[in-house]
């Protein structure tokens, strides 16, 4: 069955650092999720992105879809501590797989 | 406001006794759908609904039964065949479209005693 991994599973940062994590699928995506889970909360949309290539920015915030749809990464430029969570990939194909999640720590 | 609501928040099972969390969305969604969430485990989809009285069961279903009765409601029972149950147990619901973002409740915390 179709299988999404994120790597790292754990990231810690001094705030003000960069943090990249990578979503991988084992099939070729429609289309391709991501979301973040604060400690103690529940996941929380943040973007969609479903063509090959392409790139979206949310402010500090960078999501690319590879060109095979079948990877890609979420880019936090300058960390701050309100960034703190997990942060999952969700690939859709004939349905929504989560990744595995990357957590994010930072250190003030 | 529109939203998801899953109750309890923290519930406790005993052995051999099946007990049901509660989700209710008024978002209007034909989509609702149960994961369980383990600790670096990601999500796992237990079941899910596309409408009402039908659902289908997701990559982890043994244990586990729901009803959809409701466009409202997709309770899901927890039974004495999940022999480990204690996780942390998440209901989201999204429009029919399979390209709709997913909405979650605040998810219920299931420990055995």
């Known amino acids: 069955g179709q299988q999404v991994m994120q790597i790292p599973q754990y990231q810690h940062v001094q705030e003000g650092e960069d943090f990249t994590t990578y979503c991988n699928s084992s099939t070729t995506l429609s289309n391709i999720q991501w979301y973040k889970q604060r400690p103690g909360g529940h996941p929380v949309f943040l973007i969609q992105l479903v063509k090959s290539g392409e790139v979206k920015k949310q402010k500090r915030l960078t999501f690319q879809f590879g060109e095979a749809k079948k990877n890609s990464s979420l880019h936090i430029t300058a960390t701050q501590t309100t960034d703190v969570g997990t942060y999952f990939c969700a690939g859709l194909n004939e349905k929504l797989t989560f990744g595995t999640g990357t957590r994010l720590t930072i250190i003030p | 406001d529109g939203g998801i609501t899953q109750s309890p928040k923290y519930l406790f099972r005993k052995e051999g006794q099946n007990v049901t969390l509660s989700c209710e969305q008024n978002l209007n969604h034909d989509a609702m759908y149960w994961y369980r969430q383990d600790p670096g485990q990601g999500l796992r989809l237990i079941y899910y609904?596309?409408?009402?009285?039908?659902?289908q069961k997701g990559d982890i279903a043994e244990g586990y039964s729901v009803s959809r009765e409701k466009k409202e409601s997709f309770p899901l029972t927890v039974t004495s065949a999940q022999k480990n149950p204690t996780a942390f147990y998440l209901c989201a619901s999204c429009r029919g479209n399979r390209n709709q973002p997913q909405h979650f409740g605040d998810g219920t915390r299931l420990s055995i005693l």
């Open positions: 609904s596309q409408i009402v009285n039908d659902f």
